[in-house]
């Protein structure tokens, strides 16, 4: 027979060093911390892309044509010069036009990034000649976007039109012109 004192005695770790604890808790605690990586990811991250009104905007696009159509009718023709080195912009703008409008609105729009869009307010300098100022340094695809200000709008019955396109800027000095159906960009290196 034997006695209590004469059993082996087995040596019982504590739980924090067992390896099968660990085996068996490494599957949801990796979900824990990948879940929140992705909560965090999503909060910081988030696409300011998608409108939440997307088929509004859709619809509207469509009812906006009568403005292109109008600028296809006067014949309007313009040409925009960008100089990323002084930040200046220089429109020369042509066409049918009874009257020049005071000021026209300029917006270059960034396909992926909204902090880089501008809207610059041109202000007529001589006969068909635009200056303005951009605020920052223009650089990759842009969507070109020139139009009569609703204030002008109001004035004269003619000068509701807009002259849209998409332009990749890339040097110091460029140029494109929009209008008649076509848009053209030259390059000049400085």
């Known amino acids: 027979m034997q006695t209590s004192e004469q059993t082996v005695k087995q040596t019982v770790n504590p739980w924090y060093k067992e390896f099968w604890f660990w085996f068996v808790m490494a599957i949801p605690m990796l979900a824990i911390a990948s879940g929140i990586a992705m909560i965090t ?90 200056v303005g100022q951009l605020k920052q340094q223009v650089k990759g695809k842009r969507y070109i976007q020139l139009e009569t200000i609703p204030a002008e709008r109001d004035k004269y019955t003619d000068n509701d039109w807009r002259l849209i396109s998409d332009w990749y800027l890339s040097n110091e000095q460029e140029s494109i012109s929009l209008g008649n159906n076509t848009a053209s960009a030259t390059t000049e290196a400085s």
């Open 41 to 130: 990811v999503s909060i910081n991250g988030a696409d300011t892309l998608v409108r939440d009104n997307y088929y509004k905007d859709g619809l509207a696009i469509r009812n906006d044509l009568s403005r292109d159509y109008k600028a296809k009718d006067l014949q309007l023709v313009a040409t925009i010069k960008v100089d990323n080195l002084t930040g200046d912009i220089t429109v020369k703008l042509a066409g049918n036009l009874a009257q020049f409008p005071t000021r026209l609105s300029l917006s270059l729009i960034s396909p992926t990034i909204p902090d880089d869009d501008q809207s610059l307010l041109m202000q007529h300098i001589a006969k068909g000649h635009y």
